[in-house]
């Protein structure tokens, strides 16, 4: 899943929290396809539909500082259903406040179950 956006208030600078901005959330999960596809089942698979709502809302959710913090929330809901295996979460936040010409900053993280919190 890609571009999934999210307006929120997080940043280190007061101006950030309170006019907020927007993030944008790239997803890759690692899950076993096979039980979905010999069933044809939604239940047998991770609700994408389920999961793009849950990952905005933990985004849009009580402000922090920094996007590490964000993005391992983030990473934490998706390992949230035992089917996902590992999640590769990258947050993009292309208005960032720095004073020079740039197209995005992003941060990209893999979590897998045994390292969630790591």
Sequence with gaps: MTGIECFAHHGVFEFEKREGQV????LVLGIDTRPAAASDALVDTVNYGSLVADVKAAVERDPVDLI???????ADTCLFDSRVEW??????KPDAPIDATFSDV???ITRT????HD
């Design 68 to 74: 590490e913090t964000v993005v391992q929330r983030i």
């Design 23 to 26: 993030f944008v959330v790239d």
């Design 113 to 116: 179950r045994g390292n969630a």
């Design 106 to 108: 992003a941060l990209t």
């Design 87 to 92: 999640a590769r979460v990258t947050l993009h």
